[in-house]
T-cell receptor, first 109, second 110 residues
Framework: KNEVEQSPQNLTAQEGEFITINCSYS?????LHWLQQHPGGGIVSLFMLSSGKKKHGRLIATINIQEKHSSLHITASHPRDSAVYIC???????????FGQGTTLQVKP | DGGITQSPKYLFRKEGQNVTLSCEQN?????MYWYRQDPGQGLRLIYYSQIVNDFQKGDIAEGYSVSREKKESFPLTVTSAQKNPTAFYLCARSIFGEQYFGPGTRLTVT
């Protein structure tokens, strides 16, 4: 069993829909990261959080430390949101991350 | 580019040849990482370095080597001992726990 599990693996939505991607982990963490990877391969960091909730534009990330679970929400989805969304957890002070397998999101116009 | 440059974007090599992937950062950060990505799998850590002249093996270091002679540079050599070298390779830097990724190098070995 992977230490970081994401669901769903693939997600297709219509433009405007509210989207939720889930991440569960089984290890102790110092922080949880949500990353976005576009088809060209480059990865950008969306959020780093260790408790509660963060919001940036149409993106919201939440984490429940007791349940070892995080969610990434996208409100009013748009085709440009189509990408792979990756959950990763860090523990200790080395900066090393353990990655989930990613969720491939396609938003259709 | 997250303050990290990787070159080249695409690299082709014949089996049995060593190849070195470049990773340079211009933000004077200490920690740097190399990851490998295969289709359908999460990123896996190859090597990381927290200070100059020191580096640690990650989860899949076999067949790879690195050096950290300068703070700004962390090159990765894929040796002929790596059984399945064809993959997408990402370099990252880190500060205060946040990781910033380079654009990646797609290596194809035939």
């Amino acid at each position: 069993k992977n230490e970081v599990e994401q669901s769903p693996q693939n997600l297709t939505a219509q433009e405007g829909e509210f989207i939720t991607i889930n991440c569960s982990y089984s290890v102790g963490i110092s922080a949880l990261h949500w990353l976005q990877q576009h088809p060209g391969g480059g990865i950008v960091s969306l959020f780093m959080l260790s408790s509660g909730k963060k919001k940036h534009g149409r993106l919201i990330a939440t984490i429940n430390i007791q349940e070892k679970h995080s969610s990434l929400h996208i409100t009013a989805s748009h085709p440009r949101d189509s990408a792979v969304y990756i959950c990763a957890v860090g523990s200790g002070n080395t900066g090393k991350l353990i990655f989930g397998q990613g969720t491939t999101l396609q938003v259709k116009p | 580019d997250g303050g990290i440059t990787q070159s080249p974007k695409y690299l082709f090599r014949k089996e049995g040849q060593n190849v070195t992937l470049s990773c340079e950062q211009n933000l004077n950060h200490d920690a740097m990482y190399w990851y490998r990505q295969d289709p359908g799998q999460g990123l896996r850590l190859i090597y990381y370095s927290q200070i100059v002249n020191d580096f640690q093996k990650g989860d899949i270091a076999e067949g790879y080597s690195v050096s950290r002679e300068k703070k700004e540079s962390f090159p990765l050599t894929v040796t002929s001992a790596q059984k399945n070298p064809t993959a997408f390779y990402l370099c990252a830097r880190s500060i205060f726990g946040e990781q910033y990724f380079g654009p990646g190098t797609r290596l194809t070995v035939t």
